[in-house]
């Protein structure tokens, strides 16, 4: 009875922790680090055992590299009840009280619930950071140690799902209010520390077109796996050109593309994308992982690897150093 008792206290505390961290910021930890873990792609279809190898994996990832946040870019669940697949998805996170963001993709939608009604039900869920978000889109402020100063920035943003325009199809973009609303924000905080961009990254799910082109570029450096074209919108609307202008994203980190690993630097931003996450439902060479990114506070730059599902650790690279010219 005393163990149980004991069990019971233990799961009361992760879950007050974890609802005290739905504010849109955490911090670096007490080494001045914070590691951040990519999940994407993990298309979750509830009742189907293969998803399993997507639990397996996640817990795995979570136990070797202890992130102090995650980030799922989209694709998270693919089956009906669109809510036991999110339950599923998120419980290795949950369980272990780590505060994470969610931005869909676009599949999430397709099944039972509305793209409103996802973001709704995961607001509620326990460590979220979503939850004040009073868009699709919202930036989380990462402080200091010692939590007197922000220090650096993540952008969760939501790339939509297919083309809206009659005619033209694929998949969709960055529409010109959310552009609007990154101008507007990243002025907001680079206003507020005296006039310098802070270090930031951005998670969506859909590449930008200039995924392409930087790696079909000649003698333009890729780290990684390239086993698809990226699979992005028809058209360009100006979300990577507004991230130059502003000076803030050291790196974009995306899915969609189930066999695309790599990395790849353009215009002085370095294109990532994650490992894909997910099990035996969709389309994939059979390797799953996760991608790691790692802040060290006061440094414009991040480390960055995948870790694979068998424990394995590829494509380390550190930006920009590795990227300079000797």
Known sequence: MKIFKNLICAAAVCMAGLAGASAQSVSFNKDGKLKI???????????????????????????EEKPDIVVYTGDVTTGKPATEGLDKALEPVISRGIPYAVTFGNHDDEQDLTRTQLYEYIKKKPGCLDAKAEGTDFAITVTSADG?????????????????????????????????????KSKELTDANGGTPLPALAFFHIPFPEYNEASTSINNPLV????????????NTGMFAAMLEAGDVMGTFVGHDHVNNYVTPWHGILLCYGQFTGGKTTYTDGR????????????????????????SVVNRVAWPGDFQKK
């Open 37 to 63: 873990v990519q999940f994407t792609d993990i298309h979750w279809v509830a009742g189907k055992p293969e998803t399993a190898d997507a639990a397996a994996n996640m817990n795995r990832i979570l136990d």
């Open 148 to 184: 007197k100063r922000t220090k650096a920035v993540l952008y969760v943003m939501d790339s939509n799902a297919y083309s809206t325009i009659k005619g033209l199809k694929g998949y969709g973009w960055f529409r010109r209010d959310q552009i609007d609303w990154y101008a507007r």
């Open 288 to 311: 799953r992982g996760a991608r790691v990114i790692e802040l060290t506070e006061g440094d414009r730059g991040f480390n960055t690897w995948i870790r694979m599902s068998d424990g």
């Open 224 to 235: 990684g796996q390239r086993g698809e074209n990226a699979c992005s919108p028809a058209i």
